[in-house]
């Protein structure tokens, strides 16, 4: 079809047009490997949902379940792809329609509108090709301890829990407390929860650390502006293929429940102490009424602390290689600032204007805004990563 339009245009017309065209030319050179992948899962994407129309995967459940999940899991890239294509096509129509003097301003504006969406869909299509975490779709298990500042410092805890149970709420997880030791002002010494849903992980994971509060404590009668502490832990929980516990290295202890609980506290040696000998990790569980509940609830989370422990070993591993812009993710690492009195928040991974959000919101449950922006800066950092290699 172009070759026909060349044969037919003025000598002037031909040499403009051959000028015009390499610009895709060259950006198909330049992201070539990535347009190769590109096309690859297209195609990968294709034969799944031809295969989801077959009558022997439609016939086995298990089947047909994880080819869905496969075909669900590339649709956005291919959908982002297909876009990219449709933008790419739309320049070059509109490159044409630039050589008719009656169209050329409506041709430029189209042409400016298509490379617009191209470069957009472009980066978004970069994103959508980083590695996945792959425990992004993991429950977590949410631990908070109160830290500097005493009294103070566990009834931040206490706050920052309500801030997570009222974000659970919002996006419809289940919390579940498994184990909490309380001051009596209502503070938490700690307290452990199992929240369950979709994509825990990939929202929450980057809450761990150090989070500090700056306001005038209710046990402070002079009004003064006091700076306390709790630490935050989140760690993937861990299933059996994950990592598997050997029950001869652990040491299973009963006691009675304490702490609030009405009749059922101090009753029956229903609370469970598990120890893992190897590496003199402990956790207990005492929030279900059941000694067997208990017990399977606390094999649970110290699973998910040794699978936790494993993982950090890699990444320790890799840390010389690359060091995510939005931290370490450890507990001794201060990671963001509660300022009451200014009514604000700021992320100290997070740069610019970027990083303050009103607090208010925030220790209301609304921590989507401040949640998205790590995710960006994180992905940014990787993108950078990726460029350098």
């Avoid at 009596?184 to 994509?199: N, P, Q, R, T, Y």
């Avoid at 003064?224 to 598997?244: C, M, N, Q, W, Y």
């Avoid at 469970?272 to 279900?288: A, F, K, N, S, Y």
């Avoid at 009514?343 to 607090?359: A, E, Y």
Wanted: charged letters at 30%.
């Amino acid at each position: 079809m172009l070759f026909r339009i060349f044969i037919t245009m003025s000598t002037g017309r031909m040499i403009q047009r051959i000028i015009c065209c390499p610009i895709v030319i060259i950006i198909r050179l330049r992201f070539n490997k990535m347009f190769d992948k590109l096309q690859a899962l297209k195609n990968q994407y294709e034969q799944l949902l031809r295969r989801l129309e077959e009558p022997e995967t439609y016939a086995d459940a298990a089947v047909y379940a994880k080819t869905d999940k496969a075909a669900r899991e590339l649709a956005p890239i291919v959908d982002a792809y297909c876009a990219y294509e449709r933008a790419t096509q739309d320049m070059q129509t509109a490159q044409e329609l630039m050589n008719d003097p009656e169209l050329r301003v409506f041709a430029q504006e189209e042409f400016a509108a298509a490379r617009a969406a191209r470069e957009s869909l472009e980066q978004k299509l970069k994103i959508l090709l980083l590695p996945k975490d792959p425990n992004d779709e993991k429950n977590v298990i949410l631990e908070i301890r109160g830290g500097v500042g005493g009294e103070e410092g566990m009834l931040f805890a206490a706050d920052l829990f309500r801030m997570y149970s009222l974000y659970a709420d919002r996006k419809g997880w289940k919390l579940d407390v498994a184990n909490v030791s309380e001051t009596e002002l209502g503070g938490f010494k700690e307290i452990s929860a199992v929240i369950e849903g979709a994509g825990v992980w990939s929202k929450l994971k980057f809450e761990a650390g150090a989070h500090r509060v700056q306001r005038v404590p209710v046990t402070e009668a002079g009004g003064r502006i006091h700076t306390s502490a709790a630490t935050v832990a989140v760690l993937p929980e861990a299933g059996e293929l994950d990592f598997k516990l050997d029950m001869n290295d652990l040491k299973i202890d009963t006691f009675r429940s304490s702490g609030a609980g009405g009749q059922h506290v101090n009753k029956t040696e229903s609370a469970i102490r598990i120890t893992h000998l190897p590496t003199g990790t402990v956790v207990e569980c005492q929030d279900e009424r059941s000694q067997h509940k208990n017990k399977d609830r606390a094999l649970q989370i110290l699973r998910s602390k040794l699978y936790e422990a494993e993982q950090e070993k890699q990444r320790a591993a890799l840390a010389s290689e690359r060091k995510s812009q939005v931290g370490s993710g450890d507990r001794s690492e201060r990671i963001r600032t509660y300022n009451f009195p200014q009514n604000r928040v700021t992320d100290h991974r997070l740069v610019g204007d970027n990083k303050n959000f009103n607090l208010s919101a925030v220790i209301s449950g609304d921590l989507d805004p401040l949640i998205d922006a790590l995710i960006v800066a994180d992905q940014t950092d990787k993108l950078k990563a990726q460029n350098e290699e």
